[in-house]
């Protein structure tokens, strides 16, 4: 009678190096989230409200092919639960013209609402990053062959981006604030343009709770 050898076999290297790497990223993103919610209950309660303001600049904002800059003003609140947090925004973006003095900029302003995860850089340095959705409106006047205004026109879009907002708490009440948000405009009818807009601002936030 033949006796048959059975030789286990052995796992693959690649197989065992890769379920490695699964596991401890796990553990990393688990021991993250544990020492975030920590930092933030250290901080008091797990509500916060907060407005805020903050101005800078909007290197970018077009409409369809017509490309400007302009100063972005910010108004914002935020309510913040544990390590969620929800911010709604108004924007007033100011600027002479657009598309290269081609028309008068009359108006342009918009207004978002955010949804994110607060991260925990320092027990004194909050990092939200959050998906955004909302809407700008632009008003301007084209400016005819003598350098005359001639028609006004206005367009409006529906918007979705991205929000990164660092927060450093001065305080427990007070933290110097900072944002870069970028957004891209949906058409929203036949004959809209594209509304698409980058902006960087810097100022205060007081939490109120």
């Known amino acids: 009678m033949e006796h048959l ?9 690649s197989k065992l190096r ?3 790497l699964v596991i401890i990223s796990a553990l990393f993103l688990v021991t993250f989230i544990v020492q975030d919610a920590a930092v933030a209950q250290q901080r008091g309660d797990d509500l916060s409200f907060s407005v805020g303001i903050a ?5 970018q904002f077009t409409l369809g092919d017509l490309e400007d ?9 935020e309510l913040q639960y544990r390590q969620v947090i929800g911010q709604l925004s108004y924007t007033s973006i100011m600027g002479e013209t657009l598309g290269e003095g081609i028309n008068t900029l009359d108006k342009a302003f918009a207004v978002h609402g955010s949804l994110g995860y607060v991260f925990q850089a320092t027990d004194r340095l909050d990092i939200p990053l959050m998906a955004t959705l909302g809407g700008m409106y632009i008003d301007y006047t084209s400016i005819n062959n003598f350098g005359n205004p001639g028609n006004s026109f206005y ?4 918007q979705l981006g991205i929000t990164i907002a660092p927060r450093y708490y001065i305080t427990d009440k007070v933290s110097a604030y900072g944002a870069l948000r970028y957004v891209q405009g949906m058409v929203s009818h036949g004959g809209s343009e594209t509304i698409n807009m980058a902006n960087v601002v810097l100022g205060l936030s007081f939490t109120l709770m």
């Not at 367009?155 to 529906?158: G, P, Q, V, Y």
């Open 155 to 158: 367009d409006a879009n529906w």
């Open 69 to 77: 800059s302009g100063i972005a003003i910010k108004l914002f609140a």
């Open 55 to 59: 101005g800078g600049v909007a290197p």
């Open 5 to 13: 050898e059975i030789t286990p076999s052995m796992p693959d290297k």
């Open 18 to 20: 890769f379920h490695k």
